[in-house]
């Protein structure tokens, strides 16, 4: 009979094991939540901004609205899908469908892969500019007024453009890596152009996310650029910066690109109501997004729109049906820790003004950054 191993060594190993950690766990309790305090940085509850003031949307067919930009009361929206552009104007509490131009096509005036419209100098028209670099430029009214050909720095996706004064252009982007310490990386990057976008050189750039997605997301502002008539804002609404810049004709480049980092933040303070509102709602909704999506205060949101007033940097993102909650940028991040994926819908902010449109009810929400002392 080959005799039984004892288990008492085992069995007491066990309970000292047990015991071990019965004594450390106080210790490795208060050790985490002394780092979870460090972590913690006191802020204000974001401001809201309440009852969005939704307007029908009338005479407008609209597809897949990729940019927009203002000039005096009328919306100017670029439709990818459709390739034309949608001009809006104010009519009775809501906004009309003025006039659309634009066409598919590779002619004067057609459009193939628009990807960013912006106004140009003065109101003069706008511009639209295409993923390969190509530039049209069309009065308020669709003449064209030329066609101009840019000299793309990157691979990009979801460009953004603007004007400056005389020669002076600028262009925004989420650039592909080209290699070295970046190559994993998949950075937004701001340059600026003399000769009328014959080259370009870059000014800035912020870390957006990871070519394996183990972090950052795109699901954030759909255009890097938000343009004024004198200035222009250049954030991801990911980083802990913005780059405010003034259009001048012979405005000197940085000494050295400015580098952004993520935006990042635990917030001491509870959730807004609306937020904490729509966190119950997405998981009674379920899906695999709903839960992490709206953590808090473990989880950033991803802003979608970023916006100038009463010199700040604000950064917009609808949390909502009817409310948009407001941050201030920069100054209170801390580390990665998550983003919150977007509401669906188009939201985005340029010329002082924030525009949200609600496809599945054909409505439309205008609103400006707030102007807090």
């Not at 530039?135 to 840019?150: A, E, I, M, N, Y």
């Not at 950075?187 to 912020?206: P, Y």
């Not at 709602?281 to 729109?305: I, N, Q, S």
């Not at 950064?315 to 990665?336: I, K, M, N, Q, Y």
């Amino acid at each position: 009979m080959t005799p039984q191993r004892s288990r008492a060594p085992g069995l007491r190993a066990g309970l000292a094991l047990v015991a071990m950690l019965a004594i450390a766990t106080p210790f490795l309790a208060h050790e985490r939540a002394t780092r979870r305090s460090a972590a913690l940085r006191t802020y204000t509850p974001p401001p809201l901004r309440p009852r969005l003031a939704w307007t029908p949307l009338r005479d407008a067919e609209l597809g897949d609205i990729e940019d927009f930009t203002r000039i005096g009361d009328r919306l100017y929206l670029l439709d990818r899908q459709l390739r034309q552009i949608v001009v809006l104007r104010p009519d009775s509490g809501g906004w009309r469908g003025e006039r659309t131009f634009g066409r598919p096509g590779d002619g004067p005036g057609e459009l193939r892969r628009p990807a960013a419209i912006t106004a140009l100098p003065a109101g003069a028209g706008i511009a639209i500019l295409e993923v390969d670099g190509r530039v049209t430029r069309f009065s308020p009214l669709g003449t064209v007024l030329g066609v101009d050909r840019w000299s793309m720095p990157c691979v990009a996706f979801e460009p953004a453009l603007a004007f400056g004064p005389g020669h002076r252009r600028f262009l925004a982007a989420n650039c592909h890596p080209t290699g070295g310490a970046d190559r994993d990386t998949i950075h937004a990057r701001l340059f600026t152009s003399s000769n009328a976008g014959a080259s370009f050189h870059e000014i800035a750039r912020a870390p957006r996310m990871a070519t394996d997605l183990s972090w950052g997301t795109t699901f954030s502002t759909e255009h890097l650029l938000s343009d004024s008539e004198d200035s222009l804002l250049f954030s991801t609404g990911l980083d802990g910066c913005a780059v405010t810049l003034r259009k001048t004709p012979h405005s000197s480049p940085l000494a050295a690109p400015a580098r952004c980092t993520l935006a990042d933040t635990r917030f001491s303070a509870p959730p807004p109501a609306a937020f904490a509102a729509e966190r119950r709602k997405a998981r009674r909704r379920g899906g695999p997004r709903a839960a992490p999506a709206f953590d808090w205060p473990d989880t950033l949101p991803a802003f979608l729109g970023a916006a100038s007033a009463a010199d700040t940097t604000w950064l917009v993102r609808p949390v909502s049906g009817d409310t948009v909650v407001v941050v201030p940028a920069g100054g209170f991040h801390e580390r990665t820790i998550g983003l919150v994926a977007p509401l669906d819908g188009f939201v985005a902010c340029t010329r002082g003004t924030c525009l949200w449109i609600d496809h599945e009810r054909s409505r439309i929400a205008v609103f400006a950054p707030p102007h807090l002392p």
